[in-house]
């Protein structure tokens, strides 16, 4: 079975959403999705995407399964004040059935020539603690845990603190 | 008592911004680690597509530490959760040591909170070393949650040479 891989387009918004609830189902967290694809259109394909996705997408030239969106990295660019410009993988998922075939390295190296193409000095991303098989995908490919070495957590303040935080809306 | 402003950051700014993001890498013993430039940020900061933004606290000329009016910064970008949609995301926060305790970083973190407000997003975050205490508190007092602690996320990194290995030949 062949695959592509290819920049998402606006018609994609329903699969991604899909592959994101399928994803937060495996992390037994869907109920916590509460992005719709009307935000995913607006945040991704308006004037200022948000984010961008590249689609892996099933070639098969008698099959049904021809044209299938099977997998799909979300990534953005961050900046780090000491060497500038990463890339910051957010999500990254091939559906089980479709595992094996090479489509997760194959987006991997996709991200990778990206990072090259538009001047990135590095790839970020989190991966849960207990998830040793795709700690050990990332670490073969040269990873490194930086919560391990250099001692750094993730925080966050949620809507509620920070409107609490902010100035009071006049009555 | 020390009078300040807050404002966004102007291309003017960026050897001001270089200044303090060394002092904050040598607090943190990393500066050698530095290796961004006036230029980058210039660049990377002012031009057609902004890769981050920068708030910056300045105070009166008479009130500077050696001849230095902008004594305080924040960056920042904005980031996606594909579960909950943008965040704002907290990248570097300093203020210089002598001018601490005056309510400039409280300030800092208020205006970013209504801005990530304003631009609807759910939420803010950042990461703290996990022996910064005093950062770890100035955060918890105003609600923060450790996302590390309490759901196990690890921040992973592969660097330049690693990706060109990946690359297709």
């Known amino acids: 079975m062949e695959y592509k891989l290819r920049k998402a387009e606006p018609r994609d918004v329903s699969d991604i959403l899909r592959l994101v609830k399928e994803l937060a189902k495996y992390e037994e967290m869907e109920d916590q999705v509460t992005l719709t694809e009307k935000e995913l259109l607006e945040d991704g394909f308006g004037d200022t995407p948000f984010y961008h996705c590249i689609i892996a997408e099933l070639q098969g030239k008698n099959s049904s399964d021809d044209g299938k969106v099977v997998g799909f990295v979300m990534y953005y660019f961050t900046y780090d004040p000491w060497v500038g410009k990463q890339l910051y993988l957010e999500e990254f998922y091939v559906m089980d059935e479709y595992r094996g075939m090479g489509i997760g390295s194959g987006l991997l190296r996709h991200l990778s020539d990206l990072a090259m193409n538009t001047r990135c000095t590095g790839m970020m991303f989190v991966v849960a603690e207990n998830n040793e098989p795709s700690i050990q995908f990332y670490k073969l490919r040269g990873a490194e845990d930086l919560s391990q070495e250099e001692g750094w957590r993730l925080f966050r303040f949620s809507?509620?603190?920070?409107?609490?935080?902010?100035?009071?809306?006049?009555? | 008592?020390?009078?300040?402003?807050?404002?966004?950051?102007?291309?003017?700014?960026?050897?001001?911004?270089?200044?303090?993001?060394?002092?904050?890498?040598?607090?943190?013993?990393?500066?050698?680690?530095?290796?961004?430039?006036?230029?980058?940020?210039?660049?990377?900061?002012?031009?057609?597509?902004?890769?981050?933004?920068?708030?910056?606290?300045?105070?009166?000329?008479?009130?500077?530490?050696?001849?230095?009016?902008?004594?305080?910064?924040?960056m920042y970008y904005f980031t996606y959760d594909p579960w909950i949609g943008k965040l704002l995301y907290l990248e570097d926060f300093y203020v210089m040591q002598e001018f601490r305790g005056l309510g400039i970083g409280s300030k800092i973190l208020k205006v970013l909170?209504?801005?990530?407000?304003?631009?609807?997003?759910?939420?803010?975050?950042?990461?703290?070393?996990?022996?910064?205490?005093?950062?770890?508190?100035?955060?918890?007092?105003?609600?923060?949650a450790d996302l590390s602690s309490e759901e196990g996320w690890r921040l992973f990194e592969i660097e330049k040479d690693d990706l060109l290995k990946m690359t297709a030949k």
């Open chain 1, 159 to 171: 809507k509620n603190s920070l409107v609490k935080m902010g100035t009071p809306v006049e009555e």
């Open chain 2, 1 to 74: 008592m020390a009078s300040f402003i807050l404002r966004k950051a102007e291309p003017r700014d960026v050897s001001d911004i270089m200044r303090l993001i060394k002092e904050l890498a040598k607090f943190e013993e990393m500066e050698e680690k530095v290796v961004l430039t006036e230029k980058d940020l210039l660049e990377d900061g002012f031009g057609d597509h902004p890769f981050y933004h920068c708030l910056v606290a300045e105070v009166p000329k008479l009130q500077g530490s050696e001849g230095y009016t902008v004594i305080g910064f924040a």
């Open chain 2, 113 to 144: 909170s209504e801005k990530a407000v304003k631009t609807r997003c759910s939420g803010m975050h950042f990461i703290v070393a996990e022996n910064n205490t005093k950062s770890i508190e100035f955060y918890k007092r105003r609600g923060a």
